[in-house]
């Protein structure tokens, strides 16, 4: 039986990181967009809130808290903020969360310590390629053993790139199996060249080309057992469908208040039965689309596959942030194809999501 009462501790959680995302997050929003760059004040913040850290491995410095849930609760509040800021805040998650579900001990011992260390340090994952019959489980990246090396060939892109990151983690087809090898950002024959894209202005992404990279065979994500990509994959379309949701509350609340407020005629616009049954639907697709986000992360939970949930989730979810988004701008009218007013930047993010897999992982 799904549960839709957070436990005591997951609704503080919840209390912390909405406020944190109110008075930090927003309000840098725009700033960071417009400068294409993050305010590395919030990043610090949340790095200090631990919310990362609390699904790493215990015996490394994490909380070893691995709940979906808890997860898909926290990606929602970071996004409502701001979609670029949320996704920089759980970059880490793009390596510590696969290392400490499949990783060896000597990997964990290696990636965990920097990311729950006293200061900010980035993640990221490679598994998105520039070629429009990508399949995330069988990519065109290959990875072969080469004696006690494994090379690996191949282009990704949309991979999230922080300065303060120190490793990719790459997913590339070894024979007939998708598998994940951790690869140092220096490795020769690695080159990323920034990307410009639609939104997410202020989140530094790459598109990296993979040229005879030689990786140790320790590098290989879980060592001889390797690692499940499908479950990789599965949490990562969950949480990106979180932060969907997230987006389209941030940008229905700025709608619904705006139509409170704005008068014509006499009477504010939300009594105008068009902007009324309008904003009234923005609330029945978000509140759908986030019931199918808690019933992927939760079945993940239980143990059982969410495949086929995590595939509704974030392709519904998707289109909910694209119809909202453009809700909000349509009922802000002229303010919101304007850049100062937030609902054209949400919009603009939005459209993203349906190009996207794994952005962040819950």
Request: proline share 5%; hydrophobic share 45%.
């Amino acid at each position: 039986m799904i549960e839709f009462e957070p436990t005591e501790e997951q609704q503080l959680i919840v209390d912390t990181v909405r406020q944190f995302a109110a008075n930090e997050i927003r309000p840098q929003a725009h700033d960071a967009a417009e400068s294409r760059k993050l305010p590395e004040n919030v990043l610090a913040q949340a790095h200090e809130l631990g919310l990362v850290a609390l699904g790493l491995d215990e015996a490394h410095g994490g909380g070893g808290d691995r709940s979906a849930v808890t997860g898909v609760l926290i990606a929602e509040e970071l996004a409502y903020g701001d979609l670029a800021i949320a996704l920089a805040i759980l970059s880490p998650s793009l390596t510590g969360l696969p290392v400490t579900e499949f990783g060896t001990d000597p990997q964990k011992a290696e990636i965990l310590p920097a990311l729950v260390g006293p200061s900010f340090c980035a993640g990221s994952l490679a598994l998105i390629e520039p070629d429009f019959r990508f399949d995330p489980f069988r990519p065109t990246t290959r990875a072969a053993l080469d004696g006690g090396d494994y090379t690996l060939r191949g282009h990704k892109c949309f991979v999230p790139w922080l300065d303060s990151g120190d490793h990719v983690l790459v997913i590339a087809m070894e024979d007939d199996d998708p598998q994940a090898f951790l690869v140092p950002r220096n490795t020769k024959g690695l080159a990323a060249t920034p990307e410009r894209n639609l939104g997410l202005d202020a989140l530094p992404t790459v598109e990296i080309e993979l040229d005879d990279v030689r990786v140790p065979a320790s590098a290989r994500l879980g060592g001889d057992a390797g690692c499940d990509v499908h479950s990789i994959i599965d949490r990562g379309r969950i949480a990106l469908a979180a932060t969907a949701v997230g987006v389209s509350r941030a940008a229905f609340e700025i709608a619904r208040d705006y139509a409170k407020e704005r008068e014509a005629f006499g009477a504010p616009i939300a009594t105008k039965q068009a902007i009324a049954f309008k904003i009234a639907d923005m609330a029945i697709e978000i509140d759908a689309a986030r019931l199918l986000v808690w019933e992927a992360a939760w079945l993940l939970d239980s143990g059982a596959k969410a495949t086929r949930e995590a595939v509704l989730a974030s392709r519904q979810a998707a289109q909910v942030a694209l119809v909202v988004t453009d809700g909000a701008v349509q009922v802000l009218g002229g303010y919101g194809y304007i850049r100062d007013y937030l609902p054209e930047m949400l919009h603009r993010n939005a459209c993203g999501y349906t190009n996207f897999e794994t952005l962040t992982l819950i």
